[in-house]
C-alpha cells in the first residue's frame, strides 16, 4: 500500500501530486489457463515486471515541461482558437435554454465520419460526471469534439498524449479544461484536504491531483470552499498544460491554439468561460 501519511505529508511540504502512483507489492496480472501455470508464464511474468518498472522509470509529473520536436504531422487547421471558442459558447447558449440543434446522424453521415477521418474543432477535458456530457452542454454532434475525461477533471500523462494527439495530429486550435458545480470527486479533494478524510488507495490517488487546488484556495473561500476549488482546479489544470508539450507551447505561442478553463453550472446547464 501508499503510505497516506507520506502523500499527504509530501503534500504539506507543497510537493505536487504525482499523476501516476502505484501501490509497492503490486504485481502485474498475468492470465493463465486453470492448472497450466508453467514455468513459461512465470518467466513472462517476470518479463512484464521487468517492462513495467523500466516503464514507470520514464513517467515525469506533469509540471515538467517536456522538450518536443515540431510535429512531422501538421492536420490542417479549420477554424481559429476564437471561432472555436465562439461555437462552445454558441452551443452552450442554446442547451442552457434547453434547446439542441443537432440531431442523431443518418447513415450516411456515418459513413462520411467513418471514411473521411475526423477533424474536431476542440479538445474538451472534462470531469466523468454523469450530468456534465460535453456533446450535450455544448450542442454538439460526432466528429466535433475530442473528450477526454477523468473525474475531477484531472489529467495523468497518458491523458495529456490524448491532448497533444488531438492537437498536433488532428488540428484542433482549441482546449477547455471544463470543472462543473457540485462535482463530488472536488468534494472528496476538500474532505482529504481539511479533514483528512480516509480513501484507499485508487480513490486517493484520483483526488490527489485536485488537493493543491484546494489548499490554494481555502483561506479565502472557507464558506464555498468546493466551488472555489473546482474553479481553481481547472485553471490550474490549464496553466500546467500550457507548459507540459513543447508543441502545444509552439502553437500558442503562433496564436494557433487556445488553452482555456471553464465552468459549468450544473443547475442552470450554462458553461462560464474564463476567457
Ligand atoms: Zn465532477
Known amino acids: 500500500m501508499v503510505s497516506r501519511r507520506l502523500l499527504l505529508g509530501a503534500l504539506a511540504a507543497g510537493l505536487t501530486a504525482p499523476t501516476l502512483a502505484l501501490a509497492e507489492g503490486d504485481e502485474p496480472s ?9 514455468r513459461r508464464a512465470l518467466k513472462s511474468q517476470a518479463a512484464d515486471k521487468a517492462a513495467l518498472d523500466k516503464a514507470l522509470t520514464q513517467v515525469k509529473p506533469l509540471d515538467e515541461p517536456v522538450a518536443v520536436e515540431a510535429a512531422e504531422v501538421v492536420a490542417p487547421q479549420m477554424v481559429s482558437p476564437d471561432e472555436a471558442l465562439g461555437r462552445l459558447k454558441q452551443g452552450n447558449a442554446i442547451f442552457a435554454r434547453g ?3 443537432i440531431a442523431l446522424p443518418a447513415a450516411a453521415r456515418l459513413a462520411d465520419l467513418a471514411g473521411g477521418g475526423q477533424r474536431p474543432f476542440a479538445v474538451v477535458v472534462a470531469c466523468s460526471d454523469s450530468r456534465a456530457a460535453p456533446e450535450l452542454i455544448f450542442d454538439c454532434n460526432l466528429g466535433e469534439l475530442y473528450v477526454v475525461r477523468a473525474a475531477g477533471p484531472t489529467v495523468s500523462q497518458e491523458s495529456l498524449g490524448s491532448i497533444v494527439y488531438a ?13 462543473h458545480t457540485r462535482c463530488d470527486v472536488v468534494g472528496s479533494a476538500v474532505d482529504v484536504a481539511t479533514r483528512r478524510a480516509d480513501l484507499r488507495g485508487p480513490l486517493l490517488n484520483m483526488v490527489l491531483p485536485i488537493v493543491p487546488a484546494v489548499l490554494g484556495v481555502q483561506d479565502r473561500h472557507p464558506a464555498d470552499l468546493a466551488d472555489a476549488a473546482m474553479r481553481q482546479n481547472v485553471r ?12 502545444l507551447a509552439q502553437r500558442l505561442a503562433e496564436g494557433r491554439l487556445k488553452i482555456v478553463s471553464a465552468a459549468h453550472d450544473l443547475a ?8
Do not use: M, Q, Y
Not at 236 to 247: H, N, P, Y
Not at 268 to 275: H, K, N, Q, W, Y
Open 99 to 101: 434547446g439542441a440543434t
Open 268 to 275: 442552470s446547464g450554462r458553461v462560464e468561460f474564463d476567457a
Open 167 to 179: 492537437v498536433e495530429r488532428l488540428g484542433a486550435p482549441l482546449v477547455v479544461v471544463l470543472g
Open 236 to 247: 490550474d489544470t490549464a496553466a500546467r498544460l500550457k507548459v507540459a508539450d513543447g508543441v
Open 30 to 38: 498475468i492470465l493463465t489457463r486453470k492448472g497450466r501455470r508453467t
